[in-house]
């Protein structure tokens, strides 16, 4: 009986600290687009495009067909940051 207890208080210990991270992590990406919902919508679409070119990718594994993933060429530079003056 005190096995059982101890193991329930420890699985509700770990639902509350991943209830946290959790909670941290949103306002992490909340924080991260300065609470701008447009800003917030473009990264979840980008997020949701990519998601499904992997799952293409995935597919197309699946089924044997060729593919490639090629990294971004030489003369690829990241986007500047944004600057709001």
């Not at 679409?45 to 993933?69: H, N, T, V």
Request: charged share 30%; glycine share 8%; with cysteine.
């Amino acid at each position: 009986m005190r096995a059982r207890n101890r193991l329930a208080q420890n699985l509700a210990e770990l639902r509350c600290r991943r209830e946290q991270d959790e909670q941290r992590c949103r306002d992490q990406v909340i924080a991260e687009s300065g609470g701008d919902l447009q800003a917030m919508a473009d990264e979840i679409l980008r997020y949701r495009c990519g998601l499904s070119l992997l799952a293409k990718g995935i597919d197309w594994m699946k089924s044997g067909a060729p593919f490639a993933m090629l990294p971004p060429g030489p003369l690829w530079k990241p986007k500047p940051e944004k600057v709001d003056a």
